[in-house]
């Protein structure tokens, strides 16, 4: 059975989730796969966890870019989260930009919005509606799980976790492999070692 629907729940700095989703588009454009795209955040993922001190750093950088996607998805310019994702995270994921402060202020520009809507990086008042919203899609796993989770059908799964972007038929390939999973009832979990060298544009 190939699920003609997917929920992914992705945080807008983890390349991971920029990688899963850009192959989701890819599969959108070769098959007509319809993909719903929602804002969780590894921050809340980590909270309490003992993380190494380079983790750490990046777990609390990553609270300002979905605090502020938090912010926008509260607004009147909600329907543009998905633009957020796409601009925020290609000048990140695929350019370069670290610095989250400045790409915010290019992406809201470029998006047309509020200017105002970066201060909500340093306002920890979205933190709740964040844990909310990675409630939602941590609740069906049966661990915690991280980003990108996708709920497919009447489940959930953490991942794919790519180390590059599938194109062509081999988009289309993985995305029926992963549906015949979700939808294999006695299917848990299936992990494999990871190439580190991330490819992801």
């Known amino acids: 059975m190939i699920v003609p629907t997917v929920t992914a729940y992705l945080d807008p700095t983890c390349p991971f989730a920029w990688i899963t989703s850009s192959w989701l588009a890819e599969v959108e454009t070769q098959s007509?796969?319809?993909?719903?795209?929602?804002?969780?955040?590894?921050?809340?993922?980590?909270?309490?966890?003992?993380?190494?001190?380079?983790?750490?750093?990046?777990?609390?950088?990553?609270?300002?870019?979905?605090?502020?996607?938090?912010a926008l998805l509260a607004s009147p310019h909600a329907d543009l989260w998905t633009d957020f994702y796409e601009v925020f995270g290609r000048r990140r994921h695929v350019d370069g930009l670290r610095d989250?402060?400045?790409?915010?202020?290019?992406?809201?520009?470029?998006?047309?919005?509020?200017?105002?809507?970066?201060?909500?990086?340093?306002?920890?008042s979205w933190d709740a509606d964040l844990r909310t919203r990675t409630k939602a899609a941590t609740e069906p796993l049966a661990d915690d799980g991280g980003t990108p989770i996708l709920h497919i059908a009447d489940r959930a799964f953490f991942g794919p976790v790519l180390t590059a972007v599938p194109r062509g038929d081999?988009?289309?390939?993985?995305?029926?492999?992963?549906?015949?999973?979700?939808?294999?009832?006695?299917?848990?979990?299936?992990?494999?070692?990871?190439?580190?060298?991330?490819?992801?544009?």
Request: hydrophobic letters at 45%.
């Open 32 to 70: 007509g796969l319809t993909v719903r795209r929602e804002l969780m955040s590894l921050s809340v993922v980590n909270e309490g966890r003992e993380l190494e001190a380079w983790y750490r750093d990046y777990n609390e950088r990553a609270w300002r870019p979905a605090r502020v996607a938090a």
């Open 100 to 124: 989250d402060a400045q790409n915010l202020a290019l992406t809201l520009h470029e998006l047309g919005v509020p200017a105002a809507l970066a201060e909500a990086a340093e306002d920890p």
């Open 170 to 201: 081999a988009a289309v390939r993985l995305w029926q492999a992963v549906s015949t999973l979700a939808t294999t009832p006695s299917f848990s979990e299936i992990k494999g070692t990871r190439d580190e060298r991330l490819q992801t544009s």
